[in-house]
Every structure is written in C-alpha cells, then in structure tokens.
C-alpha cells in the first residue's frame, strides 16, 4: 500500500488469493482445494510425478479421501439446514395455527 493508502481495491485480488489458498480452521483445508480438487498453480511450484515410494502414495490418497470427505460433510451440512428450515416453518405454521384455535375455542 502507498502512503495514502487509497491503492488498496488493486491489493485485494491479492488478498483474496491469499484468503482462499489458507487453510481454514472450520474445513481444515484451503476453500481453492475444497473447490476444485487442486490447489492454483502460482507458476513457480516443480511438477510432481507420482513417487515411487508407498508411503507418498498413500500420504496422496489419504488427502484425496479427506477432501472428499470434507466435500460430503459440508454437503450433508447444507442438507440438514435445508431440512431443519422446512421443519421449522411447519412447526411455526402449526403453532400459528393451534393459537388461532385456542382463541376461537375462548371467544
């Protein structure tokens, strides 16, 4: 940032970049790997071929089941909101309902 710090709208792809290649505390991963599959290629990281050794490889596919993983829960987690939203409008249609009840039931 300049002095003025009126520079600071060109910084935030930056630092959106920077946000979403950060592992968050809640996914335990970057949202760019939740995403996509893969983190951005900044243009500087070696390419990797497939190790000859076991354990990388199961290092790999354990990371790959963990995004996959976390992908499902976070799916489920939408789900369960989605359903607990319609439960919670039928239930305020209900209670609306029995109130509307008692009261013709006292007039």
Not at 35 to 44: A, I, K, Q, V
Not at 57 to 63: D, I, L, P, S, V
Not at 78 to 83: K, P, Q, R, S, T
Request: charged content about 30%; hydrophobic content about 35%; overall charge negative.
């Amino acid at each position: 940032m300049n002095e003025r710090q009126d520079d600071w709208y060109d910084l935030l792809p930056l630092a959106e970049f920077q946000h979403n290649n950060h592992i968050h505390s809640a996914t335990q991963h970057p949202p760019f790997l939740l995403d996509t599959g893969r983190l951005p290629c900044m243009g500087f990281e070696p390419q990797q071929n497939p190790s000859g050794l076991e354990t990388v490889n199961e290092f790999t596919e354990r990371m790959r089941t963990a995004i996959k993983e976390a992908k499902l829960s976070q799916k489920v987690t939408y789900l369960f909101c989605d359903e607990l939203d319609i439960v919670s409008k039928e239930l305020r249609s209900r209670v609306r309902q029995a109130t509307k009840d008692v009261v013709k039931s006292e007039v």
